[in-house]
C-alpha cells in the first residue's frame, strides 16, 4: 500500500531529479523565483506533482528477446533500437514476471492489482462480467483524460465494447487479427485495412497529436504483437530468413534434459504445443522462431513512434511510459512451445520505463516486479493511493534509485484447462531459488536459479534441501489460504481434443538432435 507520506516522499524525489538533470539550481534562484527556476519544477510536472501516464501492453514477448540483453536465449541477429532506446534512456527492471502468464488472466491483473484467483478469470475461455473497479478509473475520477487502444480480451463478454471510464475507445473482439480488422471505435464499427500493430499505434499517435486541453492524460495501449500466429509486418517478412538459429540448450529430446521433470513435460513434446508437433504440424521449428522475432519489429518501431510522438508534442518531460508484455513464451526450452507454465521463459516478460526528469538514464532495477503491482504504480504516480483489494504495490520507488519499501518476492499460478493440458500449479520465488507445486500427481520442482538458470537440476528429494523444500511449501500454502486460493476454480473442458498427439507417420517438426 503507499500512504500519503510515500506519496509526498515520491513527489519530492521527482522534483529533486529534475534539479539534478540540470546540474542543480541554487537555493537563491528558488526564493527569488527566477523564471527558468520555476519552470524547471513545473515545467516537467503538473503542479500537484501528477504526470501523464502510457502503458504499452504486448503478448507473448519473451524476457530476453531483446538485442541489448545478453541471455542464453537471445538471438544473436534480433534487432530492437527503441526498446534499447527506451531502457537507455530510461529503465530496465529486468527481474519483471507475471503472476499468470495467459493473456486473459494477465490482462485483469494488470487491470485489477490482483492475483488470478482473486479476480476469477483464470483462462481464456472464462466469462466473468463482475469485478472490482479497473485502476483506470480512478484516474478518470482524479481528472485524467483516459484512452484505451488495442486489444482487450480479457473479462471476455462483448470485448469489443467500449469500457466505462475510458474517454477514448479502439479496440476488437477477442485476438482479433494481424490484417484487415474490424475495429469499434468509440461504438462505432470501423474496417481498416493494413497491419494491426501499425493501425493501433496510428491511432495512439494520432490521439497523442490532437488531445486538447491540459489535463493529464492516461493512454493503455495494448497491442496483439507478437502473439500466435506470428505473422510480421510485410516490410519485415524474411528478414531473418537466413539467421542463424542458437537451439536451446534444453530442446534436445534426452534423458539428461527430462531427468526430474514431472512426466507432463515431456508428454507434451509431442503434443501441438511441444517441438516435435508445433501447432498441429503447422510451422517446423526454425520457421516459428524466426517469424516470432520478425513479428517484434513492428512493435519495437511502435514504442519508438510513441516516444517520438511525446517529444513532438512537448509532454515528454511530464509523462510516465512503461512497457511490459503479458506474458513471456517458451521457444523450445524443455521441449515446449507456448506459455502457462511457472518455467522462467513463460512467467518472465521484458519491463521497461522512461521518464525524462525522473528516471536516471540507464537505470537498471533488480526489484521483482510483476504485473500485479502496474496498477498501484500508476496510480501512485497519479497521486492515489491504491485500494485495499489490490493486492501489488508502486514500484515508483525503484524507478528513482531508492529501495522498494518491503521486499516482495513473486507468487505464480497456473490453471489446468484450456491449452493446452497442464496440471494446475502454483509456484514462488525465494532468494534464488524457485519452488513449483502441482495439484494432483506430479513430480513438484525445486530449483537454484544462479547454479542452474536453465532450470535443469530438480533439486527436490536431496537431503541438503529438505528444509528449505518444506519452507518454500509453507510459504507459498500461506500466500495461497490468505487471498482465499485454497477452492481450486474448476472449468469445463473445451471442446475438441486439446491431447492431440503427433501421428506416428507425420513428420517431427523439429529434429532430435541439434547441432
Same mark, same amino acid.
Given at each position: 500500500?503507499?500512504?500519503? /507520506?510515500?506519496?509526498?516522499?515520491?513527489?519530492?524525489?521527482?522534483?529533486?531529479?529534475?534539479?539534478?538533470?540540470?546540474?542543480?539550481?541554487?537555493?537563491?534562484?528558488?526564493?527569488?523565483?527566477?523564471?527558468?527556476?520555476?519552470?524547471?519544477?513545473?515545467?516537467?510536472?503538473?503542479?500537484?506533482?501528477?504526470?501523464?501516464?502510457?502503458?504499452?501492453?504486448?503478448?507473448?514477448?519473451?524476457?530476453?528477446?531483446?538485442?541489448?540483453?545478453?541471455?542464453?536465449?537471445? !538471438?544473436?541477429?534480433?534487432?530492437?533500437?527503441?526498446?534499447?532506446?527506451? =531502457?537507455?534512456? +530510461?529503465?530496465?527492471?529486468?527481474? =519483471?514476471?507475471?503472476?499468470?502468464?495467459?493473456?486473459?488472466?494477465?490482462?485483469? /491483473?494488470?487491470?485489477?492489482?490482483?492475483?488470478?484467483?482473486?479476480?476469477?478469470?483464470?483462462?481464456?475461455?472464462?466469462?466473468?462480467?463482475?469485478?472490482?473497479?479497473?485502476?483506470?478509473?480512478?484516474?478518470?475520477?482524479?481528472?485524467?483524460?483516459?484512452?484505451?487502444?488495442?486489444?482487450?480480451?480479457?473479462?471476455?463478454?462483448?470485448?469489443?465494447?467500449?469500457?466505462?471510464?475510458?474517454?477514448?475507445?479502439?479496440?476488437?473482439?477477442?485476438?482479433?487479427?494481424?490484417?484487415?480488422?474490424?475495429?469499434?471505435?468509440?461504438?462505432?464499427?470501423?474496417?481498416?485495412?493494413?497491419?494491426?500493430?501499425?493501425?493501433?499505434?496510428?491511432?495512439?499517435?494520432?490521439?497523442?497529436?490532437?488531445?486538447?486541453?491540459?489535463? *493529464?492524460?492516461?493512454?493503455?495501449?495494448?497491442?496483439?504483437?507478437?502473439?500466435?500466429?506470428?505473422?510480421?509486418?510485410?516490410?519485415?517478412?524474411?528478414?531473418?530468413?537466413?539467421?542463424?538459429?542458437?537451439?536451446?540448450?534444453?530442446?534436445?529430446?534426452?534423458?539428461?534434459?527430462?531427468?526430474?521433470?514431472?512426466?507432463?513435460?515431456?508428454?507434451?513434446?509431442?503434443?501441438?504445443?511441444?517441438?516435435?508437433?508445433?501447432?498441429? +504440424?503447422?510451422?517446423?521449428?526454425?520457421?516459428?522462431?524466426?517469424?516470432? /522475432?520478425?513479428?517484434?519489429?513492428?512493435?519495437?518501431?511502435?514504442?519508438?513512434?510513441?516516444?517520438?510522438?511525446?517529444?513532438?508534442?512537448?509532454?515528454?518531460?511530464?509523462?510516465?511510459?512503461?512497457?511490459?508484455?503479458?506474458? +513471456?513464451?517458451?521457444?523450445?526450452?524443455?521441449?515446449?512451445?507456448?506459455?502457462?507454465?511457472?518455467?522462467? !521463459?513463460?512467467?518472465?516478460?521484458?519491463?521497461?520505463?522512461?521518464?525524462?526528469?525522473?528516471?536516471? !538514464?540507464?537505470?537498471?532495477?533488480?526489484?521483482?516486479?510483476?504485473?500485479?503491482?502496474?496498477?498501484?504504480?500508476?496510480?501512485?504516480?497519479?497521486? $492515489?493511493?491504491?485500494?485495499?483489494?489490490?493486492?501489488?504495490?508502486?514500484?515508483?520507488?525503484?524507478?528513482?534509485?531508492?529501495?522498494?519499501?518491503?521486499?516482495?518476492? *513473486?507468487?505464480?499460478?497456473?490453471?489446468?484447462?484450456?491449452?493446452?493440458?497442464?496440471?494446475?500449479?502454483? /509456484?514462488?520465488?525465494?532468494?534464488?531459488?524457485?519452488?513449483?507445486?502441482?495439484?494432483?500427481?506430479?513430480?513438484?520442482?525445486?530449483?537454484?536459479?544462479? =547454479?542452474?538458470?536453465?532450470?535443469?537440476?530438480?533439486?527436490?528429494?536431496?537431503?541438503?534441501?529438505?528444509?528449505?523444500?518444506?519452507?518454500?511449501?509453507?510459504?507459498?500454502?500461506?500466500?495461497?489460504?490468505?487471498?482465499?486460493?485454497?477452492?481450486?476454480?474448476?472449468?469445463?473442458?473445451? $471442446?475438441?481434443?486439446?491431447?492431440?498427439?503427433? *501421428?506416428?507417420?507425420?513428420?517431427?517438426?523439429?529434429?532430435?538432435?541439434?547441432?
Amino acid at each position: 500500500m503507499v500512504d500519503q /507520506s510515500t506519496e509526498r516522499t515520491e513527489h519530492g524525489l521527482r522534483r529533486r531529479n529534475a534539479i539534478r538533470a540540470l546540474g542543480g539550481v541554487g537555493a537563491a534562484g528558488l526564493l527569488t523565483g527566477c523564471s527558468s527556476n520555476i519552470d524547471v519544477l513545473s515545467g516537467g510536472d503538473f503542479e500537484d506533482g501528477r504526470r501523464n501516464i502510457v502503458f504499452v501492453n504486448s503478448d507473448d514477448h519473451r524476457y530476453d528477446f531483446l538485442s541489448s540483453m545478453n541471455e542464453p536465449g537471445t !538471438p544473436t541477429f534480433l534487432e530492437t533500437p527503441n526498446m534499447d532506446r527506451m =531502457a537507455k534512456e +530510461g529503465a530496465h527492471l529486468k527481474n =519483471a514476471s507475471v503472476s499468470t502468464p495467459l493473456c486473459a488472466p494477465c490482462r485483469a /491483473s494488470i487491470l485489477t492489482g490482483q492475483y488470478a484467483h482473486q479476480h476469477g478469470v483464470i483462462d481464456n475461455q472464462h466469462i466473468k462480467t463482475d469485478h472490482v473497479p479497473f485502476f483506470h478509473k480512478y484516474l478518470h475520477d482524479e481528472g485524467y483524460e483516459t484512452a484505451y487502444i488495442g486489444k482487450w480480451h480479457t473479462y471476455q463478454l462483448n470485448s469489443a465494447e467500449p469500457r466505462p471510464g475510458f474517454d477514448h475507445w479502439v479496440s476488437f473482439e477477442g485476438q482479433g487479427h494481424y490484417f484487415d480488422q474490424t475495429l469499434n471505435v468509440n461504438g462505432k464499427k470501423v474496417e481498416r485495412k493494413g497491419y494491426i500493430t501499425d493501425i493501433l499505434t496510428e491511432y495512439a499517435r494520432d490521439w497523442l497529436k490532437n488531445r486538447e486541453g491540459d489535463k *493529464p492524460f492516461f493512454l493503455f495501449l495494448s497491442h496483439k504483437a507478437p502473439h500466435a500466429w506470428f505473422c510480421p509486418a510485410p516490410r519485415h517478412r524474411n528478414q531473418y530468413a537466413n539467421a542463424s538459429i542458437e537451439y536451446p540448450k534444453t530442446m534436445a529430446d534426452t534423458e539428461e534434459n527430462y531427468t526430474g521433470k514431472p512426466d507432463w513435460v515431456q508428454n507434451q513434446r509431442e503434443s501441438v504445443r511441444g517441438v516435435n508437433y508445433i501447432f498441429g +504440424g503447422r510451422f517446423d521449428f526454425d520457421e516459428l522462431y524466426r517469424r516470432y /522475432s520478425e513479428t517484434l519489429l513492428a512493435l519495437d518501431e511502435s514504442i519508438g513512434a510513441v516516444m517520438d510522438q511525446l517529444n513532438e508534442s512537448g509532454v515528454a518531460d511530464s509523462t510516465l511510459m512503461l512497457y511490459m508484455s503479458d506474458n +513471456g513464451y517458451s521457444l523450445g526450452e524443455h521441449g515446449l512451445i507456448g506459455k502457462q507454465t511457472a518455467y522462467e !521463459p513463460s512467467i518472465r516478460v521484458p519491463m521497461l520505463a522512461y521518464a525524462p526528469g525522473m528516471i536516471e !538514464p540507464g537505470t537498471v532495477v533488480d526489484e521483482h516486479v510483476t504485473n500485479i503491482d502496474i496498477a498501484p504504480t500508476i496510480l501512485a504516480e497519479a497521486n $492515489r493511493s491504491p485500494p485495499d483489494y489490490m493486492s501489488g504495490r508502486s514500484f515508483l520507488p525503484a524507478l528513482s534509485g531508492r529501495d522498494m519499501s518491503e521486499s516482495k518476492e *513473486p507468487f505464480y499460478e497456473s490453471y489446468w484447462g484450456g491449452f493446452p493440458k497442464h496440471p494446475t500449479m502454483f /509456484s514462488t520465488r525465494q532468494g534464488k531459488y524457485k519452488y513449483i507445486w502441482y495439484y494432483g500427481p506430479s513430480k513438484d520442482e525445486l530449483y537454484d536459479l544462479e =547454479a542452474d538458470p536453465l532450470e535443469q537440476h530438480n533439486l527436490l528429494g536431496k537431503k541438503k534441501h529438505e528444509k528449505r523444500h518444506e519452507a518454500m511449501h509453507d510459504r507459498l500454502f500461506d500466500w495461497i489460504e490468505a487471498n482465499g486460493g485454497v477452492p481450486i476454480p474448476l472449468q469445463r473442458s473445451r $471442446r475438441g481434443n486439446q491431447n492431440k498427439k503427433r *501421428p506416428e507417420d507425420a513428420p517431427k517438426t523439429v529434429p532430435n538432435d541439434f547441432t
